[in-house]
């Protein structure tokens, strides 16, 4: 059996907008919990963000956390001591022994939060 190879090969870019690395603080409230997270990336659009996982409650968070469901993210951005709420819709899950990482899409974003990500991404130029 023979295989043919492509000719040429063409990248294709599935997000709209470049995401930005970073470490922010976050909370989500997952099942009544209050889980503490770092968002590891932003974009306008998204974010990926990152749970520290120890034992059970890793076990727990992960059979309780479902692709598609929508969370409310509290994010605390570093030019104010206000935490902004953004509704964010959980696109992926992946997992290892120490973390959870969560890929997530922004819904509904008000004026606010778009105008505080943005400045955010703004001044990590």
């Known amino acids: 059996?023979?295989?043919?190879?492509?000719?040429t090969v063409e990248e294709m870019k599935v997000r709209p907008d470049q995401r930005r690395s970073c470490a922010l603080p976050a909370m989500i409230m997952v099942s009544n919990d209050i889980v503490d997270i770092i968002i590891v990336d932003i974009s306008k659009d998204g974010c990926q963000c990152v749970i520290q996982i120890s034992g059970t409650r890793g076990e727990m968070l992960q059979k309780i956390m479902h692709v598609n469901s929508v969370v409310d993210l509290m994010v605390n951005f570093p030019e104010t001591k206000e935490r902004l709420k953004i509704a964010g819709r959980i696109r992926n899950i992946g997992s290892d022994a120490e973390k959870i990482s969560i890929g997530m899409q922004f819904e509904n974003l008000t004026p606010e939060a778009r105008t505080r990500i943005e400045?955010?991404?703004?001044?990590?130029?």
């Open 1 to 7: 059996m023979f295989l043919s190879f492509p000719k």
């Open 119 to 125: 400045g955010f991404m703004a001044k990590m130029g």
